[in-house]
């Protein structure tokens, strides 16, 4: 089995820690607001308001669900465009307070049902991502299992992208790249290693910041993860708002260099 198909499968495990499990661990009085002000409230994505350590922030996350039950309700973590609005609500309400917003990103892609589409799917996500990346507070994204697609990419073109080890981020699934490119699903790990969506990979890219070991207990990586955002938040905040935007204009044109 090759290595960057075996990262693909340790991403999706069914008992890899969820970003609930992260915010309960990482913040304090993380208190959820719930809906899109158009349709409705999109239980893939959790958004709300928390304290780090003495930094207000925003919090927006893609959960999952750790049990079957859960992963129902949680659409498996993919949204709908309502959920990408709701981000939206929350991106303009950090900006209008000034918190900075602290994303968790783990979906294998938004939700393509006729209903999504229906309701803007597309649209939703583009907006996302301009509002995301023209936000005047500081903005870090952290890929915590599957980064897919443009789902993920709507919560992840902020300041700063950071993954776990064993996570993966890519434009497609390796099972959808190989049914593209080959017509034939048997040559999904052959996608996986020519897609370069390994945390690893990644970094040796330039496409994300930092990369945590899952070495370490939960409860350490959530410590580590936790001193890495106050240090990070606390430099970005002295940032001008011009200066702030013209960095993270130059992280994104400066990929592929």
């Not at 090759?2 to 008992?15: F, G, I, M, P, S």
């Not at 509002?131 to 993920?152: F, H, Q, R």
């Not at 064993?166 to 020519?194: F, H, Q, R």
Request: glycine share 8%; hydrophobic share 40%; charged share 30%.
């Amino acid at each position: 089995m090759t290595e960057a198909y075996e990262k693909v499968q340790l991403a999706r495990h069914k008992d890899r820690p969820t970003a609930k499990s992260y915010i309960d661990n990482i913040f304090k009085d993380f208190t959820e607001l719930h809906g899109d002000r158009r349709f409705g409230d999109d239980k893939a994505i959790m958004a709300g308001i928390a304290w780090l350590d003495k930094i207000a922030v925003t919090v927006i996350a893609i959960e999952k669900g750790s049990d079957l039950q859960q992963r129902v309700m949680r659409n498996f973590g993919s949204a709908n465009p309502e959920g990408y609005r709701k981000a939206m609500r929350h991106f303009e309400q950090a900006q209008k307070f000034k918190r900075p917003v602290v994303c968790f990103v783990d979906t294998p892609g938004a939700f393509c049902g006729i209903g999504a589409e229906e309701r803007g799917q597309g649209q939703a996500i583009a907006e996302s991502i301009t509002k995301m990346v023209s936000l005047k507070v500081p903005v870090i994204s952290i890929i915590i299992g599957e980064g897919g697609s443009g789902g993920a990419l709507a919560l992840a073109s902020g300041d700063e992208v950071w993954m776990m080890e064993n996570s993966i981020y890519s434009v497609i699934t390796p099972e959808g790249c190989a049914s593209i490119l080959w017509k034939d699903t048997s040559k999904v790990k052959e996608a996986a290693n020519n897609l370069k969506l390994t945390a690893q990979d990644l970094y040796n890219l330039q496409v994300v910041e930092k990369v945590f070991s899952e070495k370490l207990p939960f409860e350490k990586l959530c410590q580590e993860i936790k001193e890495q955002l106050i240090n990070t938040l606390k430099n970005s905040i002295l940032l001008t708002e011009k200066e702030l935007l013209d960095k993270r204009y130059e992280k994104f044109r400066k990929i592929g260099r």
